[in-house]
């Protein structure tokens, strides 16, 4: 047998193995070939499409405007693709997306139906070595993760729901074919940004929907509708310009921060009142939050915003009892998802849904023909698990990683997820992670993100490849100051009282870490392009002919 220490390693077999098929690993693939790279996707879906593929639930829509949620790369895709809304369906974008596999000759570098269970770093060949639960392992120099920060869902934890003999139903897994609930009676477990959007549709179906809620969320209307031809060609026009203001904005969407921004308890009532009612006439969750730019740091404007949509609530909301118990009261306004809504309060109108308040009698069991309250039991035909996502790292540590020295991901992040950067960890070499955890990503337009980190993934392999740089990994003392800083942004905000799925709160066992940047897209793009200016400062490179 040959001695591995010297022989020659074979080459690899792709330059990048991509993980994921949503807007990152599209743009990401399409990406690496313009740059002359050979690359390829694993996706687990049957279709391309990443969440938009998953997430088909009744309702499902984006809750950032279709002509920002949408690729920015080429002028040409932006000018031929029509949207037909101003909040784009799930259908719509699932349509764009597949336009753009056809468009850019995606499809030939994309395995569907395949799931990438393993990825082992090779440290003498330096380089990855991938498996799937399809076929035979392949070997790529980088391997990319483009799995998403909302892909794998929270399976609901119940006791009895194994006795319960109706029809249940996972949002994040919904029926290709779609549930008809006429005639039914229906439970939705859930009162978060998916439930928001499914209750309203299932509730003009169902015979009776009971919605079972722990938690009261903020949200507000979207004031969606048609996107008039004119409208959409006028913002066209003026594309680049729009771009270039949400690449430096704070939530990558087309509003300006003000440099010298009031502070909102200096604003008069009547003046902060008017703001928000033309904002919420206008529709829109970020730009409620960035009318008043110090909503999410000081808790007196935040009580302002705070009370101003609950009295919206209660002017919605018929029964005034009803109405209070749909008053958020548990966390401060913008520290869980604020979310985006067509006609949810107004829907509580309907005398054929309830609410119940689970804080006040919790669940005891899931019966046979229905869910046993401590205080009463509810017959239902069906019942809808809109239990959220174990969000940011789910997906990532559900495939079995390992890096250096055979030290899995798992073990690495087993008090919280290790970054720098939200792009790589440390101890594992040309492992790239696509708006990972302590970036910006779930607080911003994630197309806008998504865009912001494949650019530098793909000039920093080039800069790799031009180099003769062998592997580049994150440092240990750049990832420890970056998460110094994100957590020290984090504290320096309200963002951390709430029990969120930011924090991983929603899931078990799960050690509790705020999981993004909140310092914003602009100042965070600012600050990679510097790392990259400085020749990856805070990254360890490793020339070829050296020793991984």
């Not at 006439?281 to 730009?287: K, L, N, P, T, V």
Request: net charge negative; charged share 20%; aromatic share 10%.
């Amino acid at each position: 047998m040959n001695d591995p220490r010297i022989t020659p390693p074979l080459p690899p077999d792709f330059d990048a193995v991509i993980v994921g098929a949503g807007f990152a690993g599209l743009y990401m693939l399409h990406k690496l070939r313009e740059a002359g790279f050979t690359a390829h996707v694993f996706e687990a879906g049957d279709g391309v499409g990443g969440t938009w593929y998953w997430n088909r639930y009744p309702g499902a829509r984006c809750d950032i405007e279709s002509v920002d949620y949408s690729y920015s790369f080429s002028p040409e895709l932006e000018q031929e693709w029509q949207w037909t809304e101003r909040y784009p369906r799930q259908p719509e974008i699932l349509a764009y997306l597949n336009h753009v596999a056809d468009r850019f000759d995606l499809r030939r570098d994309i395995d569907l139906n395949t799931r990438v269970t393993a990825a082992h770093f090779d440290e003498h060949a330096g380089l990855w070595r991938i498996e799937t639960d399809r076929g035979q392992p392949v070997t790529a120099r980088h391997c990319v993760m483009a799995t998403g920060c909302l892909s794998v869902p929270k399976a609901p934890e119940l006791p009895g729901i194994e006795r319960f003999a109706g029809a249940t139903y996972l949002t994040a897994a919904w029926p290709k074919d779609g549930v008809d609930f006429t005639g039914l009676r229906v439970g939705v477990i859930g009162t978060g940004s998916t439930a928001i959007q499914v209750i309203p549709q299932v509730a003009r179906q169902a015979k009776h929907l009971t919605v079972f809620q722990r938690t009261a969320n903020f949200s507000v209307p979207a004031r969606n509708g048609p996107l008039p031809a004119a409208e959409q060609q006028r913002i066209k026009a003026g594309y680049p310009d729009r771009r270039a203001l949400s690449r430096q904005s704070l939530f990558g969407i087309p509003v300006a921060v003000p440099e010298a921004p009031r502070r909102t308890r200096d604003i008069p009532p009547a003046e902060l009142n008017q703001t928000l009612e033309t904002l919420w006439a206008q529709g829109g969750a970020m730009s409620l939050l960035a009318a008043a730019p110090d909503v999410l740091v000081d808790p007196e404007a935040n009580a302002r915003v705070a009370e101003f949509v609950r009295r919206k609530i209660r002017a919605t909301v018929k029964d005034p009892d009803l109405a209070e118990r749909l008053c958020p009261s548990t966390h401060p306004l913008g520290t869980k998802r604020l979310c985006l809504d067509t006609e949810y309060y107004e829907t509580f109108n309907r005398d054929n849904v309830t609410l119940v308040d689970l804080r006040a009698t919790p669940i005891e069991t899931l019966t046979e023909h229905g869910l046993r309250t401590r205080e009463a039991e509810y017959r239902l035909d069906a019942l809808i698990f809109a239990t959220g996502f174990d969000a940011m790292t789910g997906a990532l540590l559900a495939m079995d990683i390992r890096g250096r020295n055979g030290r899995s991901l798992r073990e690495a992040w087993a008090d919280g997820p290790h970054t720098y950067l939200g792009l790589a960890s440390a101890g594992f070499p040309n492992l790239f992670l696509i708006t990972g955890p302590q970036s910006p990503s779930v607080f911003t337009n994630m197309v806008m993100s998504i865009e912001q980190h494949v650019d530098w993934i793909a000039d920093c392999l080039a800069y790799l490849r031009a180099r003769g740089i062998r592997c580049i990994e994150a440092s240990a003392p750049a990832q420890a100051q970056w998460e110094a800083h994100v957590a020290a942004v984090a504290d320096a905000t309200l963002m951390p009282q709430a029990d969120s799925w930011y924090v991983g709160a929603n899931v078990p066992g799960k050690p509790r870490v705020f999981m993004a940047y909140l310092g914003g897209l602009g100042p965070y793009r600012q600050r990679c392009d510097e790392v990259a200016a400085q020749g990856y400062a805070g990254f360890e490179l490793t020339p070829a002919a050296a020793t991984v």
